[in-house]
């Protein structure tokens, strides 16, 4: 089976509401386009959007539960009493501990932190761990990133004597007559029912850490307005708000927005021990303005790499830690496993695309499982064959003579996983997850039978089999368009991410030049090329499609791209390049 074509949609333009738009909202008109493209049209929620002060976040007592929990933390700290903060293994996870242990040391409270070792303790609260923290004479814990659907687990910590708060964004578990909570002391969660809901619903879990670290702190000063010191944290916990709001794919609108666009900067300007380390691990120059992308693509894997294949309390670590010397060796070590993470990834996906095309071509899902493949890694394998078969993936890592095997599945936009695997329940031991992403146990013997299971319901929804993906274009643009003075106004926009996606554009009637494959060591992964237009040629880069250079030339060298340009620099020069996205050969690319 072949890689899944995507159909090509581009938006339709409105010259005259653009140019109303830019002139009310002072804006050029190509920023305008893009603020409609992403249903941004009064011209004041267009200066919000593209201002995003830091005076915009909405006040901390907002969210459900955060002024109980606060109190809570404050009094334990005040009588001494041993706290711990339990994060998720995540990127979301890890930095939204990071910000509450960063504020409750500056507090003076006796605070640990533990964060689940992925294969042994699994996700979110565990039974076993919290009878431990009991037993060691912790008496306050608090969760991060998870903890909403743990109603055993509460109510295991409610019978050993533990006080707990759980702060969490995930799905809740649903009843008949609405959410099943657990039996926790305070529950914090932006989509909690309440008198009055909290005006935004889609933080991820270190932004709701951060709007309790907040709390805490503004308490603690016994003042809206904190203590000096206490807002020196606080700015730096935005920053690691953005890097868990970026890992987690949550919308990039409203205060996550503004959390990850002064976040970003603040990392910039004035970076931890630990990330400044993690910065030059990853190659990113201080001087460098930082892009969602640099996170998405360099901070994140990284910090995600101790998760997936050790433990994630390194990057705890590294995030905390006031040793140059120490956050210098904790980055070395999170390279090497991000390394490690890479290679794996790679192999695992070209074992699954040959597995799926000799035996499950023509079915209406993907479902595939392995003794060679780390659970860590199986989630991200999941998200390259959804992108390559155009399919629901699951993929299941089969521990040798073990008997629970460990699964990730990812989705297709307008399929939701999570109920998918309710329909699956029966052969599952377990599930949770949202519409886009999720994880699952199953016994080896009823890999079979979920196969089968899973596909018949995906064929129930899709009888004529999975729509083709979409690849909505912003607009159609000429080469001879693409200047550095587009490229500022593009700027604008940042940051991008879920819910304002960078924009991507159309270039028809092109010609290929000087096509080569390129990469690291022997593998050359990627395509670079140019591309003419008239009189105007740019070099283009197509990463991980060199398994398409056949298919770029196959019209004579006619293509079509849709791209994202980028201005790369190198030695002191700055030169615009474009980034392709997709391609089509020929001289038009059939819209859909």
Not at 311 to 320: H, K, R
Not at 370 to 390: N, Q
Not at 411 to 421: K, M, R, T, V, W
Request: charged share 25%; proline share 7%.
């Amino acid at each position: 089976m072949a890689r899944a074509e995507k159909l090509w949609h581009l938006r339709p333009g409105d010259p005259a509401a653009t140019n109303r738009l830019a002139a009310a909202a002072r804006v050029s008109p190509v920023v305008a386009q893009l603020l409609l493209n992403r249903d941004v049209k009064d011209p004041a929620a267009a200066r919000r959007f593209l201002d995003s002060p830091l005076g915009g976040l909405h006040p901390p007592q907002a969210l459900p539960g955060v002024e109980a929990a606060a109190e809570r933390i404050v009094r334990a700290i005040t009588d001494k009493r041993r706290i711990c903060v339990y994060g998720d293994y995540d990127v979301d996870g890890v930095t939204g501990t990071a910000v509450l242990l960063r504020v409750l040391g500056k507090l003076g409270a006796s605070v640990q932190f533990h964060v689940p070792l992925r294969l042994s303790e699994g996700y979110g609260l565990n039974s076993d761990k919290i009878r431990e923290l009991a037993q060691t004479g912790v008496s306050l814990v608090v969760s991060v990133d998870c903890g909403i659907a743990s109603l055993t687990e509460a109510e295991v910590a409610r019978e050993v004597g533990l006080e707990l708060i759980i702060t969490d964004h995930h799905e809740m578990k649903m009843g008949l007559d609405g959410p099943l909570l657990p039996p926790a002391a305070v529950l914090v969660h932006p989509r909690l029912p309440a008198p009055t809901p909290y005006p935004f619903g889609d933080l991820s879990g270190a932004g709701v850490a951060f709007k309790l670290a907040w709390a805490v702190a503004q308490r603690a000063s016994g003042s809206e307005r904190v203590a000096p010191e206490l807002r020196v944290v606080l700015l730096d916990a935005v920053g690691l708000a953005a890097l868990g709001l970026v890992a987690d794919v949550v919308p990039l609108r409203d205060e996550n927005r503004i959390l990850v666009r002064h976040g970003l900067e603040r990392i910039r300007t004035h970076p931890s021990v630990g990330l400044k380390a993690l910065l030059e691990a990853s190659g990113v120059k201080p001087d460098q303005v930082l892009t969602s992308e640099d996170v998405g693509f360099k901070l994140a894997p990284r910090l995600n790499a101790a998760g997936r294949l050790g433990c994630a309390s390194l990057a705890v670590e590294l995030l905390t830690t006031t040793s140059p010397s120490k956050a210098a060796e904790l980055a070395r070590v999170l390279e090497g496993q991000n390394g490690e993470r890479q290679a794996r990834e790679r192999k695992y996906t070209t074992a699954a695309k040959e597995l799926v095309e000799r035996d499950f071509a023509n079915e209406p899902a993907v479902v595939v499982a392995s003794e060679d493949w780390h659970p860590g890694v199986v989630g991200i394998v999941a998200s390259r064959l959804v992108d390559y078969f155009g399919k629901p993936a699951l993929v299941i890592a089969v521990p040798p003579n073990e008997p629970i095997a460990t699964g990730s599945g990812r989705s297709i936009p307008g399929f939701a996983l999570h109920q998918a695997l309710l329909a699956c329940d029966s052969l599952l031991e377990g599930h949770g997850g949202h519409a886009a992403a999720a994880g699952f146990k199953v016994r080896p013997e009823r890999i079979p039978a979920l196969r089968d299971r899973f596909n018949a319901y995906v064929a129930s929804h899709y009888p004529g089999g999975a729509p083709a993906a979409r690849l909505t274009l912003d607009a159609e643009v000429p080469l001879s368009a693409i200047t550095h003075g587009l490229l500022r106004d593009l700027d604008k926009l940042e940051p991008y991410g879920a819910g304002n996606p960078k924009p991507k554009f159309l270039a028809a009637g092109l010609k290929v030049e000087a096509a080569r494959l390129i990469g690291t060591g022997e593998v050359q992964r990627h395509m670079d090329f140019r591309a003419r237009q008239g009189e105007t040629t740019i070099r283009c880069v197509a990463w991980g499609m060199a398994d398409r250079m056949e298919e770029l030339m196959s019209a004579g060298g006619d293509c079509c791209l849709a791209f994202t340009p980028k201005v790369n620099e190198w030695r002191g020069y700055k030169n615009i390049e474009l980034q392709v996205i997709d391609l089509k050969p020929g001289k038009t690319a059939e819209l859909g």
